[in-house]
């Protein structure tokens, strides 16, 4: 396909959103989206609206992530929940606009695992990945991060780490990467050269488990607590109270996602690292 005038692509009648999250860690099975934001515009109208709003995740935030996106337990006090902020922010992006990410699998499966455990549907719109789009038309860089692009398109030299922010960077990669995509006559044209994601179609892995761990699934299934005896990496034991909330594999171990009474949080433990266990009948 040819690259020439762009101003007769599908791309210029798309509305889009680049959009980005921050969170309380990097796997989205057991951390929290913190904030999400968006920048609405399209090629030819530019920025139509923005969205910005905190989320407060229902647990303290690790010091190692305040010292990278600098949002604090105190800042998101105040805040909305994730089930209320997501319904705005599906409402601000609408059925039809095209979402934007850098690294789409990272966000994609934050919001996806918020809305799966509030046992909500997904959006249906296609996101597309500029990781993708600059591996695929600008090869050889040193780096694809969004900063290492940034700075190496002449966007900007630093990264703010705040979600409109880096929403904003999304947006300027994605506007100066037109230049080098082919002229899209239809959307099978683009899904047939570009990454194309879909939220609705995200799916968490079923996870088999040991037999001897088969009342746990049960446990969630059926929303009850149970009190069990678990070994720290340090080799301690310590008895808890906690209501499973899903198991999931991460490399070559099994881990439950689980509300723990005795910190009154959300946890993440090993499965083999749980001595005994009992469900509660309430």
């Known amino acids: 396909m040819e690259t020439a005038d762009n101003s007769k692509s599908i791309l210029n009648r798309l509305e889009f959103v680049a959009f980005d999250t921050e969170t309380t860690g990097i796997w989205a099975p057991s951390h929290k989206i913190v904030e999400i934001a968006g920048v609405k515009f399209s090629i030819d109208k530019g920025i139509i609206a923005n969205f910005q709003e905190l989320i407060n995740p229902g647990r303290s935030m690790p010091a190692e992530v305040i010292s990278i996106h600098g949002i604090t337990d105190e800042m998101v006090a105040e805040a909305d929940k994730a089930d209320s902020v997501l319904q705005r922010f599906e409402t601000f992006c609408g059925p039809d606009s095209i979402l934007i990410a850098h690294n789409a699998g990272f966000d994609i499966s934050f919001v996806a695992c918020e809305l799966e455990r509030l046992g909500r549907k997904f959006t249906s719109n296609a996101i597309l990945d ?140 090993r499965l083999d690292r749980i001595e005994q266990f009992r469900l509660i009948d309430e």
């Open 130 to 269: 500029t990781i993708d789009i600059f591996r695929k038309f600008f090869p050889g860089q040193d780096s694809y991060s969004l900063l290492s692009l940034s700075r190496s398109f002449s966007i900007a030299d630093s990264q703010q780490h705040r979600a409109l922010g880096d929403a904003e960077l999304v947006r300027e990669l994605f506007l100066l990467a037109l230049e080098k995509l082919p002229l899209f006559n239809n959307w099978e044209e683009i899904e047939a050269t570009l990454q194309v994601s879909r939220m609705d179609s995200w799916q968490s892995a079923t996870t088999d488990v040991p037999p001897e761990f088969e009342p746990i699934l049960q446990a969630i299934q059926a929303d009850t607590k149970m009190e069990m005896t678990y070994s720290s990496p340090n080799a301690s034991q310590s008895k808890r109270t906690v209501k499973p909330i899903q198991v999931f594999r991460h490399n070559r171990n099994l881990y439950l996602m689980a509300y723990c009474f005795l910190v009154n949080d959300e946890r993440t433990f």
